[in-house]
């Protein structure tokens, strides 16, 4: 039988492996860092009550030469217990009173030791000697311990941290207007509007209603009206039967309303929520409305419900008003005459240039990370003022907000030839920036001159949501 050759393929593996073993051998560069193992349990709580820390560590697996694995090999979560007795001793008491008795800046002298909270660094256990001018660093704190009384941080590893909406400590991650962690705002919709009827004094006039669910509740106005809220049993909460109550805190719905009164015609009322049930804005007429600013956060799926019940109930359903709202015309007459149209709307300048190309993905990602605001809406409007463009839009999505975005918005931009110029009545995927004047007499959205306006698509939501994962922290 005939002996089998290597062929040149086989010949070229075993030099590929002996070169590899000897630069190993012979100390060649490091090809990246090392893997982590899996995180191990998390440990039972530091504290027996009220709030503490739980750990949970992992491993580093590496070889010779190989860098060390990116990240912490720890990692602290807050854990919540009921609260603390009354006249239970405060963690850093104790860690202070471990030293009673025991000798410290000499072999004679004892001190009993109270916690100092006056020194620079609050993570470290400064102690003060009773009925003495001075006070002693026994080095850093325990984690778990609070930075400070009343404080939400607690100290770890020497540093005062706060834990984000996921419970980790020293967590970037927030609650949105929505209450998701880490959220968009895009589970939710912002709803504002104005009550502006007014009807026969010295009785009660409903407002809105605030269904279950809603979030960031704020209303108010300035005149001697006042406003009353009512649960669903038709039980007042604040200002009811003819009685007015006293400015402060009250419960309603499974959230605190703070209700505020100033010495001036102000009054307004705010809750965090979520609402567990339905509430009923109304307001006693005093004199005439001025108009009552409302808001509130509500989820998507209980809009549709909401804008029913509103009809059910004959309110006018108003909608949100821009950040600028100009002088309506008086009532048009019943006779047929030309009706001007709602926003002027003259063709595109003939001699504009053209936009410049503003296709590809590092545009997407510099225009989505660098902006304020970036939503798909609806052009509604445009009107040319002087040396800019003002497009009324409706807000249909939002992915992305600093602050927030009303149902409908003015956004500018620069010039009478905008690039890239939006059509009447086409859905986009705009992002843009916040521009507030110096002397904050003016806040707008800008469209900057070849920003990113797309028109929306499916496509184009999948690619603006996931430049969003790259975006810089």
């Not at 590929?16 to 051998?25: I, K």
């Amino acid at each position: 039988m005939g002996k089998l050759r290597p062929g040149p393929h086989t010949l070229w593996n075993l030099l590929l492996l002996l070169w590899t073993l000897l630069n190993c051998s012979l100390g060649g560069s490091a090809q990246g860092p090392g893997e982590w193992t899996l995180w191990g349990s998390w440990s039972p709580c530091s504290s027996s009550c009220g709030r503490g820390l739980s750990v949970r560590s992992r491993g580093c697996i590496r070889f010779p030469r190989e860098e060390l694995c990116w990240g912490n090999t720890h990692e602290y979560r807050l854990c919540q217990l009921p609260d603390c007795p009354p006249g239970a001793v405060l963690f850093r008491d104790l860690q202070c009173a471990l030293y009673n008795g025991h000798p410290v800046l000499g072999p004679q002298k004892t001190y009993q030791w109270v916690p100092f909270y006056g020194a620079p660094n609050q993570c470290d256990l400064n102690c003060l000697a009773l009925g003495q001018a001075f006070y002693h660093s026994f080095g850093r704190v325990l984690d778990g311990t609070p930075c400070s009384p009343g404080s939400q941080g607690l100290c770890v590893a020497g540093r005062c941290l706060s834990a984000g909406c996921d419970g980790l400590m020293g967590s970037d991650a927030r609650e949105d207007h929505c209450g998701r962690c880490g959220g968009a705002n895009d589970s939710c919709l912002f709803v504002q509007r104005v009550f502006r009827d007014a009807g026969a004094f010295a009785r009660y006039w409903n407002v809105t209603l605030i269904p279950e669910g809603a979030r960031h509740i704020r209303a108010s106005h300035r005149s001697r009206n006042h406003l009353a809220l009512m649960v669903s049993d038709g039980s007042y909460v604040l200002n009811g039967n003819w009685e007015v109550s006293p400015p402060g805190i009250y419960e309603a719905a499974g959230t605190h309303v703070v209700y505020t009164r100033a010495t001036g015609p102000e009054e307004t009322l705010h809750a965090a929520g979520p609402t567990s049930q339905d509430l009923l804005l109304q307001v006693l007429l005093q004199e005439h409305n001025p108009g009552i600013q409302f808001e509130f956060w509500l989820p998507r799926e209980r809009y549709g419900p909401f804008q029913e019940q509103t009809q059910a109930l004959d309110w006018s359903l108003r909608q949100p008003q821009p950040l600028e709202v100009e002088p309506q015309p008086p009532n048009t007459p019943t006779a047929p005459v030309a009706i001007p149209p709602r926003t002027l709307t003259p063709s595109p300048e003939p001699d504009c240039p053209p936009c410049p190309d503003t296709r590809g993905r590092a545009h997407r990602l510099l225009h989505y990370c660098g902006s304020d605001f970036v939503f798909r809406a609806r052009v509604l409007g445009r009107l040319y003022q002087a040396q800019e463009t003002r497009y009324e839009v409706r807000v249909q999505l939002i992915y992305k907000n600093r602050s927030p975005l009303r149902a409908l918005e003015y956004m500018w931009a620069p010039g009478r030839c905008p690039c890239p110029p939006l059509a009447l009545h086409q859905e986009y995927l705009l992002a843009a920036r916040r521009l507030v004047s110096s002397d904050g007499t003016q806040d707008r959205l800008l469209l900057p001159h070849a920003g990113y306006a797309r028109p929306w698509s499916p496509a184009e939501d999948s690619r603006a949501r996931l430049v969003a994962r790259h975006c810089p922290i």
